[in-house]
C-alpha cells in the first residue's frame, strides 16, 4: 500500500520541542518533494516548509522561522519536522504531502497527520 505515515506528535510545553516524522510505505522518497502542513480547530490547513529533492527548503508560512527546520533521510525513507520553541499557537493537526516535482506541485500522496499540542 502506498501511504505516508507521521509520527512524533504530542503534548508539549510552550517552550519545548518535538519531532514529527513523515516516513513513506510503498514507494521511495528520493524522488518526491515533501511537504509539512498544518490545520489548527476552526481554521484552514497553511504549509509550513517543504524540502525538496535536491534538499532546497521553500517556507511557506512566516511564523516557524528560526524555530521549526525540515530534513530528509533518503537512506530511511523519512523527512523529519524539527520544532522547537515551541508556542500554543502552533496547536494544530500536521500532516505531510509528496510532490512531485517541486514544492508547488499538486500532492500525490498525503498522510493522515498527527496532533501537536502546545499547553502548560
Known amino acids: 500500500q502506498l501511504q505516508l505515515v507521521e509520527s512524533g506528535g504530542g503534548l508539549v510545553q510552550p517552550g519545548g520541542s518535538l519531532r514529527l516524522s513523515c516516513t513513506a510505505s510503498?514507494?521511495?522518497?528520493?524522488?518526491?518533494?515533501i511537504g509539512w502542513f498544518r490545520q489548527a480547530p476552526g481554521k484552514e490547513r497553511e504549509g509550513v516548509l517543504c524540502?525538496?529533492?535536491?534538499?532546497?527548503?521553500?517556507n511557506y508560512v512566516d511564523s516557524v522561522k528560526g524555530r521549526f527546520t525540515i530534513s530528509r533521510d533518503n537512506a530511511k525513507n523519512t523527512v523529519y519536522l524539527q520544532m522547537d520553541s515551541l508556542k500554543p499557537e502552533d496547536t494544530a493537526i500536521y500532516s505531510c504531502?509528496?510532490?512531485?516535482?517541486?514544492?508547488?506541485?499538486?500532492?500525490?500522496?498525503w498522510g493522515q497527520g498527527t496532533q501537536v499540542t502546545v499547553s502548560s
Open positions: 524540502i525538496s529533492t535536491s534538499g532546497g527548503i521553500i
Open positions: 510503498g514507494f521511495t522518497l528520493d524522488y518526491y518533494s
Open positions: 504531502q509528496a510532490r512531485i516535482p517541486s514544492c508547488y506541485s499538486a500532492a500525490t500522496y
